[in-house]
């Protein structure tokens, strides 16, 4: 076993030293966030944390993210980022975690090898070097479970995004709202179409009082939509054009002439109605 | 070898894809078609692609291709039952079958082509 091992070894002996002195700075360092970590949880957190270090150093004293010495490190080192990752911790907050075990191991070491300086610089930098790794690991393993969060959301938001409403028996209404992209105009496609299968509807409107901006992609791929419809065998109507929209795709040159298009879902719908020979009058007032 | 069957109804024609469609079928079916047209006098063909499931951009030529001819035929042409798969498929591939008529199912396809041929005069 080399000098500095043995060294970081017999330092790590004095389990509770370390775990006092350590819990203390973290404690210290996160006061902000007593709230979302209790102390005594914290403090069973680092021993687990401290016995499975030791046991990894003892076997293999570089860190590796693969060597099977470490899968015990590493695999409570993903528990702990993945729920504080959960929790609403920050990535730093989640690194000093592993980044605050330095200065107590320091102390030590320093005692323990005061008579030899190039030992004590040996072992300094063997257990930098390794809690560095461990540090880069936990924040990795911090912002991957973040990405997995947000491409759930991502995910969630594309579906309800797009509802599909039965107006009248053979009319469905599309009510889009928000920035149409590639992917969610993918989307919003294959729910029109399959609801148009699933009702038999001949007649879809859709309403874009909610889409902010209209530009030649957006245009594209609501003709797009309006296509497909058609080759099913649909017609499609437009609505909730508003006036600045109109004049952004008049001056952007993109042509809707093939489509039919009306100012507010109330026309669309009247337009629909008298597609399907449907009427719907008010009450004649009494005299 | 396999062939699609052309079916007659009245004076409509009526042809069920119910099979894979390959580049060969495809043709074939484009010269049986033609020539039961011609044969049947039929004013109107209906072609019901409901278990169609995958596309290419020669079958969908082709589709368009049958509707063009059969017009020069004085016959009008109604494809029904398309797959959203297919119909983004096709739109995809930039072919939206422009005079080519659509309707969702056989029934609504029938009413159509009456009405079209009911139109143009002709019992």
Redesign the interface.
């Known amino acids: 076993m080399p000098s500095a091992t043995a060294a970081l070894d017999r330092v790590l002996s004095n389990e509770q030293d370390i775990l006092r002195e350590w819990v203390r700075l973290q404690l210290a360092a996160s006061s902000v966030h007593s709230d979302l970590i209790k102390e005594n949880e914290l403090r069973e957190q680092s021993r687990e944390f401290l016995s499975l270090f030791r046991d990894a150093v003892l076997k293999s004293a570089a860190f590796s993210t693969s060597g099977e010495e470490w899968a015990g490190v590493r695999d409570f080192l993903s528990k702990i980022s993945r729920s504080r990752a959960v929790q609403g911790f920050t990535p730093s907050e989640t690194a000093t975690f592993v980044l605050s075990l330095k200065q107590p191991l320091f102390a030590l070491l320093r005692r323990d090898l005061a008579k030899d300086a190039e030992a004590l610089g040996e072992a300094t930098w063997a257990t930098t070097s390794v809690l560095d790794k461990i540090a880069l690991y936990t924040t990795e393993v911090f912002l991957k479970s973040r990405e997995e969060v947000i491409s759930r959301q991502q995910h969630e938001l594309l579906e309800l995004s797009t509802p599909v409403v039965q107006l009248w028996e053979g009319i469905l209404a599309l009510p889009l709202i928000g920035t149409l992209d590639s992917a969610r105009t993918q989307v919003v496609?294959?729910s029109l179409?399959?609801a148009?299968?699933r009702t038999?509807?001949?007649l879809a409107i859709i309403d874009i009082t909610g889409v902010p901006t209209v530009d030649t992609l957006v245009a594209q791929h609501l003709l797009?939509t309006v296509?497909?419809?058609?080759?099913?065998?649909?017609d499609c109507i437009i609505s909730g054009i508003r006036p600045q929209i109109a004049q952004t795709i008049v001056h952007l040159g993109v042509d809707l002439s093939a489509v039919t298009t009306k100012a507010t879902l109330a026309d669309a719908f009247t337009l629909a109605l008298r597609r399907i020979n449907a009427t719907v009058s008010l009450p004649t007032p009494k005299a | 070898m396999e062939k699609i069957p052309i079916l007659r109804m009245g004076r409509f024609l009526l042809v069920t894809i119910q099979v894979d469609m390959h580049d060969q079928l495809a043709m074939q079916l484009q010269n049986d078609l033609t020539d039961r047209i011609v044969a049947d006098r039929a004013h109107g063909v209906l072609i019901d692609i409901s278990s169609l499931e995958v596309v290419d951009s020669f079958i969908g030529r082709m589709i368009s291709n049958i509707a063009a001819m059969a017009r020069v035929l004085d016959a009008q042409t109604v494809?029904?039952?398309?797959?959203?798969a297919?119909?983004?498929t096709?739109?995809?591939l930039g072919l939206?079958?422009e005079g080519v008529r659509?309707?969702?199912?056989v029934d609504?396809?029938m009413e159509l082509l009456r009405e079209q041929v009911g139109a143009a005069g002709r019992i």
């Open positions: 496609m294959e179409l399959q148009i299968v038999g509807a001949g797009k296509a497909a419809a058609r080759l099913m065998g649909a | 494809v029904v039952g398309m797959q959203p297919v119909a983004i096709l739109v995809e939206s079958l659509t309707a969702l199912n609504k396809g």
